[in-house]
């Protein structure tokens, strides 16, 4: 029960984060790179959030999607800890418009939490 509690938290969290960067316009295509995303990926990330949301919340192939949730999750925290680390702080672009504060520790803490929930979702 716990797996899937997890499951469906973090896979709200994917969809609303994926659904607001496309609400948010052109502000998400320049808040991503300015956060170290790949120009390449910018326009997949918010589908490929939506998408994998979706398969969390369901619970479909919980083993695999709570893996792809784990490790886009590692990525996301290792951009937000290499901004840090280098002294920059743009915008957190995390949740498209929802998301106007400067990176901080908080961010990292974040992540850290919705990957241990990604990992319940593995495990159990």
Same mark, same amino acid.
């Given at each position: /029960? @716990?797996? +899937?509690?997890?499951?469906?938290?973090?896979?709200?969290?994917?969809? !609303? &984060?994926?659904?607001?960067?496309?609400?948010?316009? $052109?502000?998400?295509?320049?808040? &991503?790179?300015?956060?170290?995303? %790949?120009? !390449?990926?910018?326009?997949? !990330? %918010?589908?490929?959030? +939506?998408?994998?949301?979706?398969?969390?919340?369901?619970?479909? &192939?919980?083993? @695999?999607?709570? /893996? +792809?949730?784990?490790?886009?999750?590692? !990525?996301?925290?290792?951009?937000?800890?290499? $901004?840090?680390?280098?002294? *920059?702080? %743009?915008?957190?672009?995390?949740?498209?418009?929802?998301?106007?504060?400067?990176?901080? %520790?908080? *961010?990292?803490?974040?992540?850290? +939490?919705? /990957?241990?929930?990604?990992?319940?979702?593995?495990?159990?």
């Amino acid at each position: /029960m @716990i797996g +899937i509690i997890s499951s469906v938290i973090v896979g709200a969290v994917f969809c !609303v &984060a994926g659904a607001s960067k496309i609400a948010s316009g $052109q502000r998400w295509p320049i808040d &991503a790179v300015a956060l170290g995303t %790949p120009d !390449v990926l910018v326009p997949v !990330v %918010p589908w490929f959030e +939506i998408i994998l949301g979706a398969l969390l919340v369901a619970h479909i &192939a919980s083993a @695999i999607t709570g /893996m +792809i949730a784990l490790l886009l999750l590692a !990525v996301f925290t290792f951009l937000i800890v290499r $901004q840090l680390r280098l002294g *920059h702080r %743009p915008v957190c672009a995390c949740f498209g418009a929802w998301s106007s504060r400067p990176l901080g %520790p908080e *961010h990292v803490v974040r992540n850290v +939490i919705l /990957m241990a929930l990604a990992l319940l979702t593995v495990v159990l």
